[in-house]
């Protein structure tokens, strides 16, 4: 203990010794070139004189001057994608500097949960993106940035409306019924907003894998977490840089449907369409030729447009970096497109050598215009590629009177495809703010208490107004206005201990954290609009109101948490991290939940038998476990309430809108689900750092999912949430980067793979549950066509075999189909009652048909450079999963052309081409696919030119995003995931279904970059 | 201890106060639903009662009761109404070749112990002691009675809940009540909350509103102690209450009968004098008109065509006379639609299992000329008790009681008088007022689903449906009750609860 104590006070005294030199020094000016590696140049690098507001920046050939008041002074280089130096002065006046790049270096620093860390001395599982391969090609949501960059990181685009989110999944799904995306970490503020996001204000990113890494985020962690910082002004010259996008969108693939003439064709042979008197009310059909083409009268090639600046710079005390942003994307479908202006600005205020304040301001405002997709039929009139898919092209848009044309079946609610582009405006507005004050006081050499209070607030706005033409608004007119506003308050104390003692270092974290998020709904919908000249604006016009609620929703977290590291030589590494939650929204028994992680790393490259070693220049082996959480429910579902605002009648014609219902049970037990993950991996680096390699295996157990339980009927309450169930993911992870060539050519090329293996372990007693997507609009035989099953993963299909289809009467009495006939698909005879073939085709024939998990995912990235020029190809593919598409036997295509007939009855293809009346195999597909997610070739300015015209940097470049994709899906896109915006149980479990998407697209843009 | 930094443990210090400032508040984790009513604060009031009867008729008129399910598992299952299906969960209902988690089965079954929880929390939460609860505690009493009802006779031996449901306890050990004790549980809950009902809630309008009156718990009254009189309880001793009680509704003077036996399916009519009880559909959700509505099997004949799931039967329609008014009052034979000529209904629909067969004149209308306005749906709704159906009882009770008698006779005459049908003479034998009886039934209620249960009470459903065309490829004496849904097993229920056969 006397030897410790001791040590701290030499160390106080030393400390002490250096101010009171560093105060009576004297003045003198420094000079040197800051060069990379290969002895560049580099301009624009930030120097500073540590602990003062002293700096400097380097000119065009990277010559750089500097005043020093001290002599015991240090100069700090810093410059973006290159590590950062600190050297000592000495009496040196001349100082040339070589600065690393990032990639190359292993003193990378890593920002990791509430801190960061050298990435040599992490001990769990960090995947790095590196920003500045991200500068060519557009990337207008933040989540394209990881797409394929990372092993464990699925990024897919569930969605190609524009604006829409991608779903992002690190290390698969851990929950049923809860959000599965990770948590987003901006600045050090937990709860981003990915959409408030731009890319271009990128400053680095991190996402946290294993347990060890996001334990620190107890409840809100089991999903991984992806951690971002925004960029900073720099001292120096102000900078200025603008960049501009803009090109063409298209549909990638259209569908290769009926023309006019085949049609005709079909209904002509068609025992149950009497041709041409079931056309009789088609005032001007078209009989031969194309006819119509509804995909051509509902997509068009659409524009995109982004343009960029930001304004960076530092003064004294200061630093500041703002910018503003603007987007506008059309979309492919008529009448849908995105705007989006968004804005940051960053101001660093350094108070005093021991004081920083920090204020991050960041908002934006999207506008959109949606059209129908991904929905059922039923009421709903359809969503309108499928309608464009399965209306007649014998059917012209307009009738002879100017109106639109309605379906050939005049029974069917289906609206006309055009009808519905033109005839449904449905406006969804957002607006955001956020503000973070932070405050970084340096109480001691060792001691930091940063503090930090975010105020943020969005509201979400959705102004429907469907026109009373379309059936889909029961020939009324219909409005419908949608308004949240949710605040939210967050506040952040944490302080941090870091001491080096020979050769042990340690640190210690201790944190506390309070969140309180407020909501408020306001709903109204009305209908009987007797003009739709004013649409939503005027909802005064309508007649009765259809339903009107408003819904208030608190919720608060409550945390305290700390963190433990030690290393000894760099060699040994030890981290251990423990959290506490308290949150408003679990019962009263189990108001706060205990997260614990810990972990081990050894680098045995700096073991002495390694240590000489030419080609292995880095080895590390780390090992973790942990627990994470979820809380993933909405507030107040642990008390009992009324369901209110149930619609009924009193017999007197007006509806009254009011009712209510008891829906939900106290659940008093409510909890977290709890995730346990172990994770091993190792990093390798070989040849000078030419090679590296992280390869990860896990596995992860959740329990206590949070699960709506089916209930016993006679409750009369359907479900309730309960903590049953658990679920597990293996996985692994290989990730390789390697500089091929780095001469005159280089060639820098990454890839990575990703396996998960998905098994439900428990559903609270239930060996299978079957579940029921909106799939069921489509018939009775649709109302059951996905299964969980105990052992099996999720996103399975379930239904019938197809075997063929009848192709006589003795195929007929082989089998007992019901309503079986010749040349309608069969069913292949499973099982029966008691488990074996009994040639009855019936429910006991039904099985898993399909899963919607791929075997595996990789990304691959390749950068090209040659002198000025610059080429990236970036791949992203997913291997071996289905996607399951119901329209697929009742839309228009040409297979139906092929279907069987009485003078056509050597072929495989049903009747019409109809795949069946019950969920069944032939409506499953393999989507395996391979992106080219974007060819880019770039060409930078030489030095020379970028003077003459007074930039500091110019380059200009094209891409092709989403042009090529390899992939046997006869589908639009073999990404989609028609629930992906639906509740969270839809999206996690309800996987894989194709129901009238947004068709895939692809983007051809130019464009340029400058900064002066 | 000179060794310590000060300094830096004040700084700490101060930190912590800091920190400690923001933990004052201890009810932070604690949750005030704003927006949310419970239990322990609902209702409290006359008004607050109403939003609980208004929607605990939500499940019922969706398609998970009155708009579809309870028409395939009450309707389509007798020997008088047919399917346009030709395979799937429709068509089994009608074939008996349905399995146990046939959805028309579940739904009715989840949505009856629905309806059953609400009424319970009606008669749990509300204060006995309030004279404004006291015709609300006994909605609830009839709402409970009025469920029960189907699942005793749809299902036969069930679970029996007199109160709400408030927590969940997977471990409770479930039993059945029999039928007899079923029974008994309507019955008393009835006689205690027939004259705690209003006569009627709307005033001095004998409007029809969808809630319980005096006179609808009495009709169900009557009708639970004429079925408790048959099959299974066979308690003969309730035929003199089933008599009494539907003298009781006649001598209320409250309703009386519509002059046009056609004219009163109209949607416009719905609700009139002769309604007691009906299950009331908002015009935005109600499916039984274009459920109802015939499909073409060639072109141009029908404008503006239905989905026609559910259909006549030609059998039946041939066993009406052609001068009583019920048979075109009961049946679409030729469906008139101006400008267009009529179809006949040898023109209905394109894919037929059984030939073709005349439609449902109940349930064609929707109260306007432009069928496709809101989506196609009409506020067509189910008759639960209309006042014919007192006569009915009466002369069917009347006839067990005392025999052929003229007040019998007289009860039957009145329905067939304001049919113009023939007027039954005195002077037939008991046997062969029963046997007409049970004709009437079918001339005055046909596909208003009276006749499944009338053939389980009269102990006639195994004759009937094992020789019924349809029915004899599934029907077997088990059958005469639907099995408990499969999803009951699904979530823990003890298999061998199930009905026996299944």
Redesign the interface.
Known sequence: MRTKKSKIFITVQVVLLLFCVNYVSAQKTVTGTVMSKDLKPIPGVNILLEDTNTGATTDFDGNYSITINKSKAFLVFSYLGYVTQRVAIGSKRELDVILLEDTEALDEVVLIGYGSSLKKDLTSSVSVIDVKDLSTGQTPRFEQMLTGRAAGVNVSSVNTEPGAALKIRIRGNNSLTGDNSPLLVVDGVLGGDFEALNPNDIESMQILKDASATSIYGSQGANGVIIVTTKQGKIGKLSIGFSSTGGVQKVRKKLDLLTAEEHVAILQDDPNFDFPGDIDGLTNPILSGEGTDWQDEIFQTASYQNYHIDVKGGVGNLRAYTSIDYLNQEGVIKGSDYKKLNGRANISYRASNKLTVKNNLAFYNTESNQVRTNEGYGSLGGPVTINAASFSPIIPVFAEDGTYNGPLNTASIRDNPVALVDNLDDLYTQNYFRNVLSTKWKMSKNLTYDFSYTFSNRTIDNKRYTSKILRRALNLGEARLDNRQINTWQLRNLLTYKKNIDNHNFSVLLGHEMLENKSFRTIIEASGFPTDALGYNAIQLADQILEYSTTDSVNSLLSFFTRFTYGYKDKYLLSFSARADGSSKFAANNKWGYFSAGSLAWVASEEPFLKENSTINFLKFRTSYGETGSQAINPYQSLAAYSLGQLYSDGSGSLNTNGAIIDRVANPNLKWETTVQFDFGLDLELFDGKIGIVADYYNKQTTDLLFNRRLLPHTGIADQVQNIGSMENIGYEFALDAVVFDKDFKWNTSGNISIVKNKVLDLGGEDDLFLVPPSGSRGSGFSTTGILRVGEPIGNFFGYVADGIFRSQEDLDAIDQPGGVIGDVRYKDISGPDGVPDGIIDDNDRKIIGNALPDFTFGFSNDFRYKNFELNVLMQGSIGFDVVRFDKGRILNKERFDGWREDNTDTNIPRNGFLGNVANSNYVEDASFVKFKNISIGYNFSTSTIEKLGLSSLKIYVSAIDAIVLTKYTGYDPEINSYSSGDNFQQNVSIGYDSGGYPGISQYVMGLNLSF | MR?F?Y??IF??LV?FT??TM??GCED?????????????N??QSAE?AD??V??????L?RSVFASRAFVFVAGVSDDEMTVYN??????DMDQY?Y?T?N?HI?QV??TC??????A??LVAYLPSDQEWAKPYIATGRFYRSWMYSYLVRLYGP??L?DT?????DFDEE?TKASEEEIYNFIINDLEQAQNDLPINWTGNDS?????PTQGAAKMLLAKMYISSAGYPVNNSENWVKGLDKAQEVIDSGVYSLMPDFEDMFLIAN??REESIF?I??????GLLSMSFRP?QR???IID????YLFCGSEDLLDTFSDNDDRKEGTFLINLEQEPSPPANYLDFR??SAYGQVPGVQKYQDFDRD?I??????S?M?IKIFRYAEAFLIKAEAENEVNGPTAVAIEAINALRSRANADQISIGISQDELREIIHEEWTFEFAYEFKRRFNMLRWGIIDDVLSSDTRAINGYAPYKKYFPI?Q??F????DPSLQNPGY
């Open positions: 060794n930094d300094k830096t700084k700490v930190v800091f920190i923001f933990m932070f984790l604690e949750e005030n639903p704003e927006s949310n009513l419970g239990p322990e609902f209702p607050d939003l609980i208004g929607g605990m008729t939500r499940p008129y030709t395979s799937g969960d429709r068509y070749t399995t988690d959805i579940r079954y989840e112990y629905q309806v059953i929880n609400q319970n929390s069930s679970i809940r709400p449901t408030e927590e969940i479930i409007r029809d509103d969808g809630r719905q609700n009906s009331q559909v908002p015009i935005t959700e499909r060639t072109s141009g503006n065509q239905g989905w394109y894919n432009n496709s306005d809101y989506a196609f749906r506020a709704g849904p999803s009951a699904d979530s823990g229920l």
